[in-house]
């Protein structure tokens, strides 16, 4: 079964920097599209940044887009998102997702994990 579980997060200051982890396992991860997504208290599942398999295509979220940096380590089975300059609006539970369909910048449906709390604040 698809496993996929998140991790790094916790308490920053403003202007800070994290970096999230995503062990996944249960399927072809190498094969796999990985995105991130959060939800901040109260909203819905925003995208924020995909990259390919091979991490020849990545894609941001114009939010995140100069601050956040996704990766991969295929071997590891690892998805990473480096995150810089991290402001209070990037609060919010961020998840590893597979099979991710958005309208727009809402995730409609997809695969994701149990999630890891950043919170960002002074």
């Known amino acids: 079964q698809v496993q996929l579980v998140e991790s790094g997060g916790g308490l920053v200051q403003p202007g800070g920097s994290l970096r999230l982890s995503c062990a996944a396992s249960?399927?072809?991860?190498?094969?796999?599209?990985m995105n991130w997504v959060r939800q901040a208290p109260g909203k819905g599942l925003e995208w924020v940044s995909s990259?390919?398999?091979?991490?020849?295509?990545?894609y941001y979220a114009e939010s995140v887009e100069g601050r956040f940096t996704i990766s991969r380590d295929n071997a590891k089975n690892t998805l990473y998102l480096q995150m810089d300059s991290l402001k209070p609006e990037d609060t919010a539970v961020y998840y590893c997702?597979?099979?991710?369909?958005?309208?727009?910048?809402?995730?409609?449906?997809?695969?994701w994990g149990q999630g890891t709390q950043v919170t960002v604040s002074s």
């Open positions: 990259i390919s398999s091979g991490s020849r295509r990545i």
């Open positions: 997702a597979k099979d991710v369909r958005r309208t727009g910048l809402t995730v409609v449906t997809g695969t």
């Open positions: 249960g399927f072809t991860f190498s094969t796999y599209t």
